[in-house]
Nanobody, 125 residues
Framework: QVQLVESGGGLVQPGGSLRLSCAAS????????IGWFRQAPGKEREFVAT????????YYANAVKGRFTISRDNAKNTVYLQMNSLKFEDTAVYYC??????????????????WGPGTQVTVSS
């Protein structure tokens, strides 16, 4: 069982940037596709971005495409989410999640087995 821990959240002004990190406990980390999801107050959890085990395939939600970049460093067991040009509507708890490479990479949250506790991102002036 892999354990995930997110970090890097915080308070940022509109137009600012943050980089989230997702650190995993299990080796080899390359056994998993890793996704980022978010949940705003009163809303359902939604897909943000995902990256394949090798880093060669990425998908983004339309709402973040062109502003967010997902990447991974398997040697460090870490996945990153670089968030630029942040907007008020990006405010949410951000979660990373792991999907076994037994399955094809997917954007649906129900396909992810292991989840971190989340990190709060607040975009406010």
């Amino acid at each position: 069982q892999v354990q995930l821990v997110e970090s890097g959240g915080g308070l940022v002004q509109p137009g600012g940037s943050l980089r989230l990190s997702c650190a995993a406990s299990e080796r080899p980390f390359s056994n998993y596709h890793i996704g980022w999801f978010r949940q705003a107050p009163g809303k359902e959890r939604e897909f943000v971005a995902t990256i394949s085990w090798s880093g060669g395939v990425t998908y983004y939600a339309n709402a973040v495409k062109g502003r967010f970049t997902i990447s991974r460093d398997n040697a460090k067991n870490t996945v990153y989410l670089q968030m630029n040009s942040l907007k008020f509507e990006d405010t949410a708890v951000y979660y990373c999640a792991a999907q076994s490479t037994v399955h094809l990479i997917d954007t649906r949250l129900e396909k992810y087995t292991y989840w971190g506790p989340g990190t709060q991102v607040t975009v406010s002036s």
